[in-house]
T-cell receptor, first 117, second 115 residues
Framework: NAGVTQTPKFRILKIGQSMTLQCTQD?????MYWYRQDPGMGLKLIYY???????DKGEVPNGYNVSRTTTEDFPLRLELAAPSQTSVYFC????????????????FGNGTRLTVT | AQTVTQSQPEMSVQEAETVTLSCTYD???????LFWYKQPPSRQMILVIR??????QNATENRFSVNFQKAAKSFSLKISDSQLGDTAMYFC????????????FGKGTRLHILP
């Protein structure tokens, strides 16, 4: 079982460059999330998706874009990288909303460490 | 807006001791879920335990248990007989039961188990 797979594991970008962080899950989960983890700041929600074709902003969406064309994939796009986007990025998925599958926990990928210089 | 507060940035305990990590949250919701996640140095996020707000009984999972006080909006994690492998960051998380389910995390507590 692969679970949630994120690529790449590490990346260094120069200011102004663009890149896409890939995330795919093979558990047929309809909910997917992108978080960033800054030192001492816990996890902040960037974007999330409740199903293919549906995305919504989280707490810190500025500077990012997402798409959800399939159930499996939820890529995160950085258009103009800035030093403030240096962080560890986690993709996660869950089976359903809390209403229908009670409190389904998140399944996390192993993270992508991004440095913008 | 929901918030999750972990007031202990860092803790250290001796192996085999019991340790309690605190978590408080703020919400106007009546139905929600609470989680504790563990993040070891490998960076992987691992679910430790889950509590459903409508259940008064505290959740337990082997050496891990919670003290859920709904009125006080408190959700502490107790680790009994602590082991070296318990060394990790621990995050408390809140999930509301709504059409816009989001999971909000606290800032984490770094726990060191000393030999």
């Amino acid at each position: 079982n692969a679970g949630v797979t994120q690529t790449p594991k590490f990346r260094i970008l120069k200011i102004g460059q663009s890149m896409t962080l890939q995330c795919t899950q093979d558990m047929n989960h309809n909910y997917m999330y992108w978080y960033r983890q800054d030192p001492g700041m816990g996890l902040k929600l960037i974007y999330y998706s409740v199903g293919a074709g549906i995305t919504d902003k989280g707490e810190v969406p500025n500077g990012y874009n997402v798409s959800r064309t399939t159930t499996e994939d939820f890529p995160l796009r950085l258009e103009l990288a800035a030093p403030s986007q240096t962080s560890v990025y986690f993709c996660a998925s869950s089976r359903s909303s809390g209403r229908t599958v009670k409190g389904s926990p998140l399944h996390f990928g192993n993270g992508t460490r991004l440095t913008v210089t | 807006a929901q918030t999750v507060t972990q007031s202990q940035p860092e803790m250290s305990v001796q192996e085999a001791e019991t340790v309690t990590l605190s978590c408080t949250y703020d919400t106007s919701e009546n139905n929600y879920y609470l989680f504790w996640y563990k993040q070891p140095p490998s960076r992987q996020m691992i679910l430790v335990i889950r509590q459903e707000a409508y259940k008064q009984q505290n959740a337990t999972e082997n050496r891990f248990s919670v003290n859920f006080q709904k009125a006080a909006k408190s959700f502490s994690l107790k680790i009994s007989d602590s082991q070296l492998g318990d060394t990790a960051m621990y995050f408390c998380a809140f999930m509301r039961v709504n059409r816009d389910d989001k999971i909000i995390f606290g800032k984490g507590t770094r726990l060191h188990i000393l030999p």
